[in-house]
């Protein structure tokens, strides 16, 4: 705005047109009826997995979970240190054995991976919706987790307090003791108090069966195995604060305690969070922001880092990459590609600047990475390196001179992941920044625009791929996301199919790699893209905080959530953008201890009859 032919606005007219539009927009949300809250929805594989390990503090995994991508090895993860070792091994889950030797449940029942939503996260509401079929397999996998023969009291942690039989007594005094545990047990796995009514429902349960001649500890799992299965222990859900209005919609203390827990530790609450939560003062500022501080300290945040980068980055499409043998020999390593190293470098750097409380801006510009000597010598002229182990390697933490690999944008498993097996995929990477990075991902092409062939027809073969390009650009119904997104791309060509650095095209061509960000920064070259992108600091915050609170509240943002997104830039940039700081800035964010959405005097997100407080 306004269109090409016209001249530009003024920057004073500008500025004033925006902060107007700015004062109509917010005055909008605010007297708006409809406050967007958090669906309810159920729990997605990774999060069960998490949530049933620590119910019983289990001390082997329920499920492989080839969604976590990387495996520690030498227990290199210390957020309590606040610093990352120098040196790390690591291996890779999806394309290592590591799936196969780690302790895990046996004869646990199958639960589907969670499909990840297009630009979103695999925690999404309107993904995790739960089916008739499903409700059943829920039945299944509780009492195959519970009655697993490595279910015991070498892998339990709550053996003794829960499941073991206690000393001989009469039918009053076994009834209290059965009492006393299942009410613990129950306040911990649905998240807060368990009524009388509830406890008394779980007790008799017990006591019938132990009537019936089953023994303690087995009437005990049969319990165990139906909490498991209610809606109550799967589904995530809020409950409104006490004296909620219709125009307040706060979600109470032990819903936030939940909401929080499942963000930053893909689980359940722990004791103090419950503790806090019941005392009612959860909900203060200065609280909650020593339990966020507290949780960021914990070795229970590798949860974190074990699921929303991956997919914030979309790490899994470099599992089926698959550059041409003949020309990418080095990339295939021993069994294994060098996919694998390479996967793990963002993912390690990710973790470096959580734990450390780095700035947010070091993921568009790094001036360290962690390398194997495979990543190393590829980076550096793509040969193999030294062969070792394929399943599990070391990582060094190197400085990074040139900024030409610094960040997450141009790590080679971002470029191989955006191509195809033998050339660039331009709009591939133009399409990923757009989304992963400004969050603002393109529509999908029309069905009719021909896809590019991989090899230049007769009389095209001197000619660059942006030149190859121009028909798409040309399509009326393409120019507007081609002008948009093309620049983004194009500022990679330098990195080749497998995100090796070049200069020339094989046909002697000059890559040209330049262009101009968000219509006003122009840029000659990759360091003078990431320039830009850094001068535009804020919107890159912006974008991440956004993708963060996504993720945190499982569902999309909206309009009425961008001036609660402007205050958690305010804040992190006042914090000179460091990671923790965002990350405490989210959870203290309106949006975050939002709950239902009402509508006029009426809560209209969950539904009384199927709500799971209302289901055993």
Same mark, same amino acid.
């Given at each position: 705005m306004p269109p090409e032919s016209e001249q530009p606005l003024s920057e004073m007219t500008r500025t004033q047109l925006v902060a107007s539009l700015k004062t109509y927009l917010k005055q909008s949300i605010e007297s708006a009826e409809n406050v967007p809250g958090t669906p309810i929805r159920r729990m997605n594989r990774f999060q069960y997995n998490n949530a049933v390990q620590d119910l019983f503090q289990l001390k082997v995994e329920v499920f492989s979970l080839p969604e976590r991508m990387m495996r520690e090895y030498d227990n290199y993860f210390q957020p309590q240190t606040g610093k990352m070792p120098q040196?790390? +091994?690591?291996? &890779?889950?999806?394309? *290592?054995? &590591?799936? /196969?030797?780690?302790? +895990?449940?046996? *004869?646990?029942? %199958?639960?589907?991976?969670?499909?990840? %939503?297009? $630009? *979103?996260?695999? $925690?999404?509401?309107?993904? /995790? &919706? /739960?089916?008739?079929?499903?409700?059943? &397999?829920? /039945? +299944?996998l509780s009492r195959s987790i519970v009655f697993s023969t490595d279910f015991n009291s070498k892998t339990c942690g709550i053996w003794k307090e829960f499941f073991a039989p206690p000393a001989e007594g009469t039918a009053e005094e076994t009834q209290a003791i059965v009492e006393a545990r299942l009410r613990k047990f129950l306040t911990r796995a649905f998240r807060r108090p368990a009524s009388d009514k509830l406890v008394e429902r779980y007790t008799s349960y017990v006591i019938s069966q132990i009537q019936q001649q089953k023994s303690f500890t087995e009437s005990m799992q049969e319990a165990a195995a139906a909490v498991l299965a209610s809606p109550q222990f799967f589904y995530l859900y809020d409950q409104p604060a006490e004296g909620a209005t219709p125009n307040q919609t706060d979600i109470d203390d032990f819903s936030l305690a939940s909401r929080l827990s499942f963000f930053l530790w893909g689980s359940i609450p722990d004791q103090p969070l419950l503790d806090l939560a019941a005392a009612g003062k959860l909900h203060e500022p200065d609280v909650l922001t020593e339990q966020v501080d507290r949780m960021l300290h914990d070795e229970r945040l590798k949860r974190f880092c074990d699921s929303f980068p991956t997919q914030w980055l979309q790490l899994e499409r470099i599992i089926s990459s698959t550059p041409d043998r003949q020309r990418y020999p080095q990339f295939y390593f021993s069994k294994y590609r060098a996919s694998m190293h390479m996967m793990l470098e963002p993912l390690l750097l990710f973790e470096t600047l959580l734990i450390e409380d780095q700035s947010v801006l070091k993921l568009i510009d790094s001036d360290f990475s962690y390398r194997s000597d495979l990543l190393d010598a590829w980076y550096r002229n793509g040969t193999r390196g030294n062969p070792g182990s394929p399943v599990t390697v070391q990582f060094r933490r190197v400085p990074v001179k040139n900024r030409r690999q610094g960040g997450v944008i141009t790590n080679a498993a971002v470029m191989t992941m955006t191509s195809n097996a033998t050339r660039t995929q331009p709009i591939t990477r133009g399409a990923w920044i757009a989304g992963v990075i400004l969050n603002d991902p393109p529509k999908p092409p029309p069905a009719d625009v021909p896809l590019l062939e991989d090899k230049p027809k007769s009389g095209e073969e001197n000619l660059t791929l942006r030149e190859r390009f121009a028909a798409h650009r040309e399509h009326a119904s393409c120019a507007g996301c081609h002008q948009r997104i093309d620049p983004l791309g194009f500022a990679l060509e330098n990195y080749d199919a497998a995100g090796l650095w070049r200069k020339t095209y094989p046909n002697g061509r000059m890559v040209d790699a330049s262009g101009k960000l968000l219509s006003k920064h122009e840029f000659a070259n990759i360091i003078e893209f990431k320039d830009a992108l850094l001068t535009e600091k804020d919107r890159f915050t912006r974008a991440f905080a956004a993708h963060l609170l996504a993720f945190a509240l499982g569902r999309e943002m909206g309009t009425a959530d961008s001036f609660a997104l402007e205050k958690i830039v305010t804040e992190t940039a006042a914090a000179d953008y460091r990671f923790q700081s965002l990350i405490k800035q989210i959870v203290l964010s309106r949006p975050f201890s939002q709950g239902t959405v009402r509508q006029g005097n009426q809560a209209v997100s969950l539904n009384q009859q199927t709500h799971p407080e209302n289901i055993p």
């Open positions: 040196q790390v +091994r690591v291996g &890779s889950r999806p394309l *290592g054995k &590591s799936q /196969l030797i780690e302790k +895990r449940l046996g *004869g646990v029942a %199958a639960f589907p991976q969670d499909l990840r %939503a297009e $630009n *979103g996260f695999d $925690n999404r509401a309107d993904h /995790l &919706s /739960l089916s008739p079929l499903l409700l059943e &397999s829920f /039945l +299944r």
